[in-house]
DNA sequence: TCTGATAGTTAGCACTGTCTAACTTTATTC
DNA sequence: GAATAAAGTTAGACAGTGCTAACTATCAGA
């Protein structure tokens, strides 16, 4: 067998899929890991507006666990993706896609984490686990999520 | 009402908890974040060596969808970490550490894609969203997956 | 209104993960 | 065994995410 064979001539099958297939999949774990701070972030400033009346870095770094300077450079990135607007010194606010991407993390949030209460796990488990999961579950998976809680 | 009472006097509750609780379930996230690639690697180089005896970075690239010296760069850092041995322009080999890591990645997979297909997920889709899901899955949820998979 | 506390920014460092281009080593094949 | 193909490494670029230290702006209260 030549070292060709292994890597790409033979349609090497593993888990029943050739590599190729496997490589989609973890291309699009690695996107989804590159959206997930977005998302964190969009989510969390939307939560604040919503109860607050206003989203500050101050408040952003403190639900988020990180320093000031962090979420400065982030918030840069989201402005630069036309995600938010602001202006220096002042707080932040979403633009309307800012404001779809918050409502459809919202949404996936919730279902998650319906899901997971309603499977029996205690509440602070499952906002853990919402939280790191809500990132990588496809549309179908969530509507199988969400059938399965209203079912219980 | 002062600027600091939102950050940090006033135990702001959003969702039901302070806001330091959700700033540690961020914080996990993160973590699980940083260890998510090693995880991904070592899984990956485990399957290599059961099915073919050993595990050549050319393979490992073509199975991540990634680039030859990003995997040399990667399996610096693994080395590093304990987690696998090697010499230069040879294949890679486990450490007991990364044999151990290896055998409770798949033992998550396994559950979790287990669990997926038991709601009714296609297999293709649950094997996607397996992949990225593993790594935020805390024990407690795990076991309820096991538990729900072994009952359907 | 001015002054001290709080918030926000900038600059600079470290690390990770990705890439391309160029080079070296190893394997195959004639 | 020499030539060619494939695999692997090195170097260097770039972006993302985090930090601290130091600076600037804003706000609250005397």
Redesign the interface.
């Known amino acids: 067998m030549t070292?060709r064979d292994?890597?790409?001539a033979t349609p090497?099958v593993?888990?029943?899929?050739p590599?190729d297939?496997?490589?989609?999949?973890?291309?699009?774990?690695r996107d989804?890991?590159s959206r997930?701070l977005a998302e964190?972030y969009v989510e969390l400033i939307a939560?604040?507006i919503h109860?607050?009346g206003e989203a500050?870095p101050?408040?952003i770094a403190?639900?988020?666990?990180?320093r000031a300077p962090t979420v400065t450079k982030a918030l840069d990135r989201l402005a630069r993706e036309g995600l938010i607007s602001r202006a220096k010194y002042r707080s932040v606010f979403l633009t309307d896609e800012g404001r779809a991407l918050a409502r459809e993390c919202r949404r996936r949030h919730e279902i998650v984490l319906r899901f997971?209460l309603s499977?029996?796990?205690?509440?602070?488990?499952a906002?853990?686990?919402a939280?790191?999961?809500e990132?990588?579950?496809?549309e179908?998976?969530l509507a199988?999520?969400a059938a399965?809680a209203s079912k219980a």
């Open positions: 070292q292994l890597a790409t090497v593993t888990d029943g899929r590599a297939l496997r490589a989609e999949a973890f291309q699009g774990v989804a890991r997930e964190d939560e604040l109860d607050h500050r101050v408040d403190a639900r988020l666990g990180v997971l499977l029996g796990l205690d509440a602070e488990t906002e853990h686990d939280e790191g999961i990132h990588h579950v496809s179908r998976t199988l999520f399965f």
